[in-house]
């Protein structure tokens, strides 16, 4: 009994107690970190491609308020409050659903006057320049720009955080540190070493691991989130152990189970 009880208390109290090592940030382990400055800006800029589904808001900009009362105060796309459109435009305001317009399954957009213009594939910039184009056919060109944006990048972030949910960042870039201080920081049992992100793309789900206990991490494209990722921070074994996370709370709860045993050979040596 002996034998058999120390090895498997000592594995224990290894799998149960959190290291300091698993619950730092941007450790230096040995790898050079080297990024070039204009390649690390180029991406703050997001390059999110519009998928089906998404909501957009386009504005159309000229002096002639007439054609500005006809494109800006349209809502032939409308979606009923509550709904969910899906892509970029999921749980959002009401009021973008009723301003917004709709990209229909097959990826196209519908406008006032110019009609149905495809756009699933573009970035916001790329759509812009196509409606854009568009209004070239009915408008001398210099009297009219268009403004299209995105509402805001939404991310999910579930698992071991202190606060998950769904937040949504006004903003041209995310980082994964962005949304996870938004939401309170890993916890204290939460895997940093193994932090996921689940991305939605027009050929299905794709899963990334980042460590983020690695600096390295600093130069990987994956810290950038795009609208709709999803961050799943998993637990550590020591959560699962349920024995304790700090020193002293393993010590006291391997304490709990020495004392235990003890007093099972003590009854089982009383009973014979």
Known sequence: MKKFSIPFLISLMALSCVSRRQLTYFQDKGASLEVDSAEFHSRLIIKYRIQPGDIIKVEVISTNEDVNRVFNAATAQQVPIGGFAGGSGGGLDPIFYLQGFFVDQQGYLTLPVVGKIHIAGLTIVEVKEAIEQEL????????????????????????????????VFFRNYVTVMDALAEAGDIDFVGNRTEVEIIRMTPRGFVFKTLDLTDRTVLASPDIFLEPNDIINVKPLPAKSWGIGTTGFQTFTGVLSVVSTLLTLIIVSRNLR
């Open 136 to 167: 070239l056919r009915y408008f001398e060109a210099g009297t009219v720009t268009v403004r299209s944006v995105i509402p805001g990048i939404n991310i999910k972030v579930i698992g071991d955080v202190r606060r998950p949910g769904r937040y």
